[in-house]
């Protein structure tokens, strides 16, 4: 609070509030007690100048006020300004006055026309927020070095062609955006912001990036996409917290080797010149689950991708591939294979058009036995065939081989691929005893889920009962409180339980190549879903409504279905990190659209949304 008790003729216009500029003196009485002051889409070519006076003049309410008002009488009490929104107006400057606001925290002054900014900017020490995005600006005054405290800056949108190196001084900036500007280099003296975490020039004229880029050790996403280089620098390996790189739509001829980049999740490398893809630096970013790689002129995979235990979406599309490594069908966790656009020789049209997993299970069918029998990156839960378990009595054939040491030390077991149509008691005692968190039972030939399954009810994490013949789920289901990830893909499902509502921690849901019409209902009320694979089936319709609700969905699959319409309201589920929708019968989104990629998609949706 601070007392100001200047120019007392400053009085109240007779027959009611004054107004000047569109600014009523309600609005500035309100803002001298929250300190904020809202100016948005009013139409406004000048501030007027009882905006910038606001704490400095006193208010038409001080004549005749006692010493001992009340409250909401006691003018002289005024809060400082530290918000001031000015967007969506038609400003070409901003006054110096702004000078009159040095407790300013917020300053939002985006899709205007400043063609510049005053010098007096600097003085606003406490400024953490500044969007200047959609206007004008070519060049900024050296004193925007001065503010110190600020954690966001947003100049996308301008006409930026280069950058005072006294940006460098912002040691407190988090992000910063300078995209969809006409720079042609950025400062070395950026390698000093040493805060920086979110950082983004796409769509500049930039050719390269200075070695300082290297130095900022808290970045986490870096977007570069649509620009002109056409290499990077070796020190952008050594960004050990970055997350996600976006590196589309330039001319690298080469993949980045990314030595320290352990943290690496997302890697955009599509739309570039990349003639090969050398496996040299996948050891390096094992951490990787989404890897962008569309539209570039590669012509095989090497076999080192399978180091990427943890890649859950690969795009390959528009790309010179004839085959792929065999050892590709190991990727377990991998969701989602884009091939679309390659001359594929080895795999036939009808396996690709099924999806991603009709491709990897080809491929695992390809593999050698011996390579099958001497793999060491899969978990051992094996012995050889005639070994029985620990009390030395024979197993039934079906279910010898089962090592319960391993089984109780991994907590996994893996019974797949046998064929059997009854899982035998051997395997559950042993599951049981080693109280599995994983279970794979999966390419056999169960008709339904097998009772004894909820004997793990308290344990299991992770089950997979993909590629079996079961028709239907029984209700006690909902008895897996600790199940995070479910397979239930290739299989004959048309609906779920509605005690599916109970698995409150399940994480991913694939449902995919089964015969279900519709998103299957009780899927929406799982808060905590964040990938939902629902390819190869009959669904006709996207519940947008219900789908908006679910803040923790990032991947959702609902390739090859019948769907005939995506509405655009669509666009508005912006939590979606990964939205694949090939392979249905709409016409609208097209293909072009559909291979930018998912942000394109929702913001081309939400382009069409009726106003």
């Known amino acids: 609070m601070q007392r100001r008790p200047r120019n007392p003729s400053f009085g109240r216009q007779s027959g009611g509030e004054a107004t000047s500029g569109d600014v009523s003196e309600a609005l500035l009485r309100q803002t001298r007690k929250s300190g904020q002051l809202n100016l948005s889409n009013r139409g406004l070519t000048v501030v007027p100048d009882k905006v910038w006076r606001v704490n400095l003049d006193v208010p038409p309410e001080a004549r005749n006020v006692s010493l001992d008002a009340t409250d909401d009488d006691k003018w002289w009490e005024i809060v400082d300004l530290t918000k001031l929104i000015l967007a969506s107006n038609k400003l070409t400057k901003i006054s110096s006055e702004i000078s009159q606001f040095p407790a300013l925290a917020v300053l939002d002054v985006h899709d205007n026309a400043l063609l510049s900014l005053p010098d007096e900017i600097g003085q606003l020490v406490h400024l ?59 400062p070395a003296s950026l390698g000093s912001c040493q805060s920086l975490r979110h950082l983004n020039v796409a769509q500049n004229n930039l050719e390269w990036l200075p070695p300082e880029i ?53 890697l955009y490398l599509g739309n570039n010149k990349i003639s090969s893809l050398n496996g040299e630096s996948f050891p390096y970013i094992k951490s990787l689950s989404i890897f962008d790689f569309r539209d570039n002129k590669i012509n095989s995979i090497p076999d080192e991708i399978t180091v ?104 996994t077991l893996n019974y797949s691929n046998k064929k059997v149509t009854c899982i035998p008691d051997e395997v559950w005692d042993a599951a049981i005893a080693g109280d599995v968190s994983t279970l794979n039972i999966s390419k056999n030939a169960l008709t339904e889920i097998p009772a004894r399954l909820c004997t793990l009810a308290k344990s299991l994490t992770d089950l997979n009962v993909s590629m079996n013949k079961i028709g239907s789920l029984p209700s006690e289901f909902g008895c897996f409180s600790k199940l995070s990830s479910l397979d239930l893909s290739v299989n004959q499902l048309s609906a779920l339980p509605d005690t599916f509502s109970s698995l409150k921690v399940l994480r991913e849901v694939n449902i995919s190549n089964n015969r279900f019409k519709n998103v299957p209902p009780v899927l929406y009320s799982l808060k905590s879903l964040e990938i939902i694979i629902a390819s190869g089936n009959q669904i006709q319709l996207i519940d947008v409504d219900n789908l908006l609700p679910m803040s923790a969905l990032s991947t959702l699959d609902l390739q090859n279905n019948d769907i005939a319409q995506v509405p655009p309201q669509l666009g508005n589920v912006t939590q979606l990190r990964s939205l694949q929708l090939e392979g249905n019968p709409f016409r609208n989104p097209r293909a072009a659209i559909l291979a930018k990629g998912t942000q394109a998609l929702l913001a081309y949706l939400r382009d069409r949304i009726p106003t």
């Open 128 to 186: 953490k927020r500044l969007n200047l995005s959609h206007n004008k600006l070519s060049s900024l005054p050296n004193s925007m070095g001065c503010l110190v405290s600020l954690s966001s800056l947003k100049l996308d949108h301008n006409n930026l062609t280069s950058l005072e190196t006294e940006l460098g001084q912002l040691k407190q900036l988090d992000e910063m955006d300078l995209s969809c500007n006409s720079l042609s280099q950025l």
């Open 308 to 411: 990427l235990k943890n890649l859950e979406r690969l795009d390959l599309a528009n790309n010179d591939i004839s085959g792929l490594p065999y050892a590709m069908g190991t990727m377990e966790n991998l969701k989602s294979l884009v091939l679309d656009g390659n001359p594929l020789k080895s795999i036939r049209r009808d396996v690709v058009m099924r999806g991603t997993q009709a491709v990897l299970k080809h491929l695992r069918s390809r593999i050698p036995q011996e390579e099958k029998c001497d793999s060491t990156d899969a978990p051992v839960t094996s012995m050889p065939t005639g070994s029985s378990m620990s009390t030395g009595s024979p197993l039934p054939t079906a279910s010898r081989g089962l090592d319960v040491h391993t089984i109780s030390s991994t907590k």
């Open 214 to 266: 290297g130095c900022l050790g808290a970045l986490k996403d870096l977007n570069l996409s649509n620009n002109m280089f056409s290499e990077l620098p070796k020190d952008i390996g050594r960004l050990y917290n970055l997350e996600r790189l976006d590196c589309r739509h330039n001319q690298l001829t080469c993949v980045p080797l990314l030595t320290s980049c352990g943290a690496l999740k997302e």
